[in-house]
Each structure stands twice: as C-alpha cells, then as structure tokens.
C-alpha cells in the first residue's frame, strides 16, 4: 500500500512506520515537523526504504508536497504531553485541530481513506468498567479536549462529505523510543541513572498500558479492515496505577526506592483511564504483549540505547524538568 504516515518521526509513528515498511512492504512517505518529540533517529533503521518530507501537518503546501501517489493518510502527528498543553495551549490547537483540518481536506480532494490516530483521553477519567465508543466525550486537558475536536472533525468529513474516514483510539502506550517527559521512559532513566522519581500526587492513578507495537497493529488493523465512519479503541491488556509502575521500574534497574518522591499533582489529572477493545478484537486485533514483559522490555531497551537518549537528557531536556518539577534532576 502506498502511505502517507503524518507524524511518523516520533514514538508510535515510527514505530507504525518500522512495521509497515518492513513487514508489510508499503511505499512510505513520512510528513513529521520534528518538534522535540520527532527524531530521524527514529526511523534510522528504515531510512533508505522511506520517503521523508520535513513539514508541519497545518501547512497545505507541506502536505500537497508529500501527499501525491498515497492511497490512504494516517495521521499521528499531534502535541501529545499533557503537562506542556496545561502550560501552553496554542500549539496544540494549531497541530492538533487545524493540522487535522488540513489533511482532511488533502484526504477529500483525492478521495483517500483516511485513519486517525487518537486516545482514550477524549472520554476522560471512569471509575468502574471501561470506556465504549458509545461513551460520551468528556475530555479534561487542553491535549484532549484538542484531540476530541479533531475526532469530531474527522466524523464530520465522513457525514458530509463521504470521505472514508476511521479513528483508532489507543490506551497509553510504553516501549522503545518513546520521549523521556512521559511517565515510563522519564521513571526508567532517572532510576539507571539514581536521580529522583516524581509521582504525581498519591501515585494512585490507574492507565491501561499498551505495548507499543500491540497499538501500532491495531493501527494496520483499523486501517485495513475498519468500516468507514466508524471508530474503535485500542486498549491494553493490563491496568496499573502510576506506583506500582514505578515500583516496578525500580526494581527492573537496580535503582533505590528511596529515590520516589511524591510531587504536587498535575491540574485536571484524570483518575483512572480504561478501554473496552472488543469492537477491534472482533475485526481480529488482539494485544500480545502483557504489561510485565513489555515493561521489561521496555527498561532492556532504555539500558541498551544510550545512543538514543543520551543527547536529550543534555542540555534543553534538563531545563524542562528542572522548571518543570521545580528541582534539580539529580538527587
Ligand atoms: N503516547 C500515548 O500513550 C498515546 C496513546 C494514544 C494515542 N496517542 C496518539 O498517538 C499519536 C502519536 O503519539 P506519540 O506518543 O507517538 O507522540 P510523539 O509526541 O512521540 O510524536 C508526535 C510526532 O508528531 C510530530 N509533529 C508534531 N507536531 C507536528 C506538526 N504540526 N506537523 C507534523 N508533525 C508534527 C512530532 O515531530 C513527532 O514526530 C498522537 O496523535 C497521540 O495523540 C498517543
């Protein structure tokens, strides 16, 4: 299939990417702004076997340069901390809403199928059971709340104007290459290297994680056997709450535990995420990857790649968490 993978230098996008080119033999072009969180040395391993157009999802002469040839869109790209949308908003409406808008409209022109990648955020905090995609939107962060207008905007391109359009809804993701802000990589490289261990309130926060790889199928999946207009969530096959995980962590490198320190919790923290995945299991999806062996994984991949992670825990990276954390990296 010939792809155009928006957002495909960065975590589940190269890993989608990786999958794609050299499983599935697809022609891929990749259109990726690399903002912080997108790296070419993401797709090192597949560099000679993809197109790659640097550019921003929002910009239309961007996307009219990469789009030629493809038969389907799938749109990754997005601003995806939730800490960086609560301190400032804007970008995350520019990439998420209108970078959205943008190739909706490249995907109608051309009369492409078109996937979009979203989250389980979009449906806010439960307290009991799991989300279906018949539960009402309820996001809480300017990230979400970004990331359900561009579901709904995506609904509308499917109502209006018949374009073949699909969401996939993922749980939150872990494994290689993923940006050391977010809860896992950040807990396995302050504990290789013994530096403190930020838990957000009392820890007690509940995700249902998913294996990177386990999304980026469920992605493929979606994309190739999903009926237009609909929407399917991707959930994980575990649910663990933000302690234990790093409890875990700290076992898995050696570090210690003394090093965890509870902090003043993020605005708006939703309590606890969890998704039915059976619309997408009965098209044939399943998660294989169970939260104990992707973690481990997971912390092997962190302690064999310093390659990867070294330039960005350097300069910039330690500022962001010194403001952000409002101390030091190092205990
Ligand atoms: N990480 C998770 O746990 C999770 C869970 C469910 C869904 N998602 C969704 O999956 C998608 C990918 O998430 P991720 O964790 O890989 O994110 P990421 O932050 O690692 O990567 C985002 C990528 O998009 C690129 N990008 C940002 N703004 C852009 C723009 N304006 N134009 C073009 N490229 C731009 C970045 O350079 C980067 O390569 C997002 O849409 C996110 O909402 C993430």
């Not at 155009?4 to 080119?21: E, N, P, Q």
């Not at 979203?118 to 939107?137: A, H, K, N, R």
């Not at 998913?210 to 237009?228: K, T």
């Amino acid at each position: 299939m010939r792809l155009l993978v928006c957002g495909g230098a960065g975590f589940i996008g190269s890993t989608f990417v990786r999958l794609r080119a050299r499983e599935c033999g697809d022609q891929v072009t990749v259109l990726d702004k690399l903002t912080y969180a997108g790296r070419l040395e993401n797709l090192q391993e597949v560099r000679d076997d993809i197109r790659f157009v640097q550019g921003a999802i929002e910009d239309p002469v961007a996307v009219a340069e990469s789009i030629g040839g493809a038969e389907a869109v799938v749109n990754f790209a997005a601003e995806t901390h939730v800490d960086r949308s609560i301190a400032d908003p804007e970008g995350f409406i520019v990439t998420n809403m209108q970078g959205t808008h943008v190739l909706l409209e490249a995907a109608r022109e051309r009369g492409l199928r078109y996937l979009q990648v979203s989250t389980d955020e979009v449906y806010g905090s439960i307290d009991d059971g799991s989300f279906t995609e018949q539960s009402p939107l309820a996001p809480s962060s300017p990230y979400s709340a970004t990331k359900t207008g561009a579901d709904l905007l995506v609904s509308s391109y499917f109502h209006t104007y018949g374009l073949e359009t699909v969401i996939c809804r993922g749980s939150n993701n872990y494994g290689p290459h993923q940006y050391p802000e977010k809860l896992i990589p950040l807990m396995i490289l302050n504990a290789l290297a013994g530096d403190r261990l930020p838990v957000y309130g009392d820890g007690g926060n509940v995700r249902n994680w998913l294996f990177v790889e386990d999304f980026a199928r469920g992605i493929a999946h979606a994309l190739a056997h999903g009926r237009p207009g609909e929407v399917y969530n991707c959930g994980g096959p575990d649910e663990c709450d933000n302690l234990t995980v790093v409890r875990r962590i700290v076992e898995l490198a050696g570090a210690d535990p003394d090093l965890i320190e509870f902090v003043t919790d993020r605005p708006g923290h939703d309590r606890r995420y969890s998704l039915s995945s059976a619309k997408l299991e009965a098209l044939g999806w399943q998660a294989r990857v169970r939260f104990e062996e992707g973690l481990e994984r997971t912390v092997a991949w962190y302690r064999d790649n310093e390659w990867w992670w070294g330039p960005i825990r350097s300069g910039g990276y330690r500022e962001y968490y010194e403001r952000h954390y409002g101390r030091a990296l190092k205990a």
